[in-house]
């Protein structure tokens, strides 16, 4: 998950001078995004006839958000659409002032991440009453789900990483790199995030098959560079035999490197979550970083675009389909971090972005990164670890597609249509030479 929310500030840079520039830039200083306000954006022939999308997130500051504008912009052009990106500072209220003028404005879709999980039925209620689809990532509300009437099917799609599984894949990358055995630190994300809790899960569950491995301390890290800094201050004159320190996130990772380096001590490794420019150019150069977990901001970023628009379209999704995992990849050699930066880095980020419309190509739409429904019990009470509710019930048709088999209909549909993704070198230079998804195959 993208570090902890700060006030946002914007720069109108280029994609590849962003993500180059963003590789000097200190372990410890925020990123800044380029975003433009409601009022003005990328423009596209014909794009006002289709409206524009809307991506609204907590803060321009956070270079995960960048990632999401660059594939936001490139699949809106390619759709005909204008794209736009609104920080609401980090306030749950501030979003829903803004989404409710969204229509005004002149927005067909939005798509967001939700600082406040618990507001997600408000926000999907009030764009359905503007008839304005909405596409949702990381946040999961416990048992709500995108088919529940009040969406009135304006409810494109939840996306969430498999975060247990993929910060189980990461420990592991850790584990192996300290010869299986030692002693770890982790430093945990926002105690109220529920994605924080999900990620801890993996790291917990990696531990358990690793009975080398000593957890000798957790703590919150507040999600960035800055606020891990004198956590692992204090965590190295606690422990004079800190073996590897797993983070939360990569803005959390940078912030443990920093103090690393400035100790002289290259034995400590380190690993996190989110391909932030900074932190592959730590696994390059060495010696402490020796694993990433990237989640593919820029893919995201525009394919719930793509969603959305092809809900506009008359695409139909299946309650199964509304809410889905996408796969990850943990980075974990040097020629992989080399490779994944220069996919990242090009001109264009060698996503087809049409290619994914399932109206554009009703037989042979391909998702480039995979995908997987999610099993909406296993995942709240597993991932989410919140008891089924006293008489609840799914809606009706949801109910039916899951009775119906819906899961294993739409996985192995899911796994046909995920064919070209421009990481594929990248992939096959890692330890495992797969992604998260596909070591569980």
């Known amino acids: 998950m993208p570090a902890t929310i700060r006030r946002a500030m914007t720069s109108n840079i280029g994609r590849r001078e962003f993500l180059l520039g963003a590789a000097a830039v200190g372990s410890v200083a925020a990123l800044t995004a380029c975003s433009a306000p409601l009022g003005s954006g990328t423009k596209s022939p014909g794009a006002a006839a289709g409206g524009f999308a809307m991506a609204s ?41 803004q989404l409710r003028s969204a229509g005004a404005a002149g927005a067909s879709q939005v798509v967001t991440f939700p600082i406040n999980n618990d507001a997600v039925r408000q926000m999907g209620e009030i764009l359905a009453g503007q008839n304005i689809s909405m596409a949702t990532s990381f946040s999961a509300t416990p048992w709500m789900v995108p088919s529940e009437p009040g969406f009135d099917n304006m409810y494109a799609t939840l996306f969430t990483p498999r975060e247990v599984l993929g910060q189980k894949a990461l420990s592991v990358a850790v584990f192996k790199a300290i010869g299986g055995s030692g002693n770890v630190v982790y430093i945990q994300g926002a105690p109220t995030n529920r994605t924080s809790s999900a990620r801890e899960m993996g790291f917990d569950l990696a531990v358990a098959e690793f009975p080398g491995i000593t957890v000798l301390a957790k703590q919150d ?41 400035e100790k002289g001590n290259d034995h400590v490794k380190v690993g996190g979550t989110d391909e932030q420019a900074a932190i592959l150019d730590k696994l390059i150069q060495g010696p402490n970083v020796v694993a990433v977990q990237s989640i593919f901001g820029t893919w995201l970023g525009g394919y719930m675009v793509v969603r959305n628009y092809d809900l506009a379209n008359g695409i139909e999704y299946d309650p199964v389909e509304e809410m889905i995992f996408q796969d990850s990849l943990v980075i974990d050699t040097q020629a992989s971090a080399e490779e994944y930066k220069k996919t990242a880095s090009a001109s264009t980020s060698g996503f087809d972005w049409k290619n994914m419309s399932r109206h554009l190509n009703p037989d042979s739409w391909d998702t480039q990164v995979a995908l997987e429904p999610v099993d909406p019990t296993a995942f ?46 990248a992939i096959a230079l890692t330890t495992t030479g797969t992604t998260v998804f596909g070591s569980l195959r």
């Open 380 to 425: 709240f009470e597993g991932d989410l670890d919140t008891p089924r509710p006293a008489g609840f019930s799914y809606p009706e048709s949801l109910q039916k597609s899951l009775d119906d088999g819906g899961i294993a209909k739409y996985t192995e549909l899911y796994a046909q249509h995920a064919k070209t993704n421009p990481y594929a070198t």
């Open 57 to 97: 997130v907590p803060t321009l500051t956070n270079e995960y958000f960048t990632l999401w504008k660059i594939g936001g912009t490139e699949a809106a052009k390619a759709l005909g659409l204008d794209y736009r990106m609104q920080s609401y500072e980090g306030s749950a209220a501030t979003q829903i002032d």
């Open 221 to 261: 890290g507040k999600e960035n560079g800055q606020d891990t800094r004198p956590v692992v201050q204090t965590m190295l004159s606690r422990f004079g035999n800190i073996d590897a320190i797993i983070c939360h996130n990569s803005s959390s990772a940078l912030g443990a490197v920093s103090v690393l380096e």
